[in-house]
C-alpha cells in the first residue's frame, strides 16, 4: 500500500505526461460510444479518466478504482467535475463491481501487480454485459531468459508480484483473447478480451472461475 501511495506522488505523475498515445489505443479499440457504461481497473492517479468521459459523454458512465488511498484520492480530485465519474478505494481482487453493468473495461498495468490475477480477472468479467470488451495492458515475463528472470525477482520484491502470467488467466475466462500487435514486446502484452455471447441461446456465456 505505502509503495503505490508514494508512486502517486512521484512518477506516476511523470508517466501521466506521457500516455496519450496508449490512452488513444484504449479508446479506439474499447469501441465506447456515448452512453456506455466503463470501469477503469488500477486507474493509479486517474490519467484515463478525462478520455473515457470524452468517449462516453455525459449519458456515459465511469467507475475507477484503485487500492491506494492516495491514488484514489488524486483520481477524486481530478474528476470532481463530471458528475458521470465515481472513483472508488477497492481491492480488484476480491470487489464485485457489480454483475453485468459495464459495456467496456480497461486495466493497465494493474492485474500482474495483485496477489490474486485469477480473482481480479473474474471480477472484471463479471462486471461486463454480453459482448463486453476488456483492453489490457500489462506486465508479461512469460518468456525464460537472464532478463525475464531478472525482472521477475525485481518485480517480486517491489511490488509483489506472483508470477501469474496475465494472459494465461484471461484465457481461462474469456474464450475470445486477441493480441492488439501483430509482434508482442519482451516483457509486455496488449490485449482485447470479449465475454463472448451464445448466438445460438443469444445469452452470455457466464465466464467461469478457476479452480482454487
Known sequence: MQLWDFAALTYYRVLDRFAGTLHELVIKK??????????DIGCGTGALIPALVKAVGPQGRVVATDFSPRMVAIA????????NVEVRHADACATDHGTGEFDAAVALGAFSAMPDVPGAIANAADALRDGGRLFVFDV???????????????????????GADVVTELRKVFEQVEPVFGAEGETTTV???????D???DSARTPSRPAG
Not at 30 to 39: I, M, N, R, W
Open 140 to 162: 508479461r515475463l512469460a518468456k525464460t531468459n537472464r532478463t525475464t528472470r531478472f525482472l521477475r525477482a525485481a518485480y517480486k520484491k517491489i511490488a509483489g508480484f506472483s
Open 191 to 197: 490485449v482485447m478480451a470479449r465475454k463472448v455471447t
Open 199 to 201: 448466438t445460438a441461446t
Open 76 to 83: 477524486g480530485k481530478r474528476s470532481r467535475k463530471w458528475p
Open 30 to 39: 474499447l469501441e465506447l460510444k456515448p452512453g456506455d457504461a466503463v470501469l
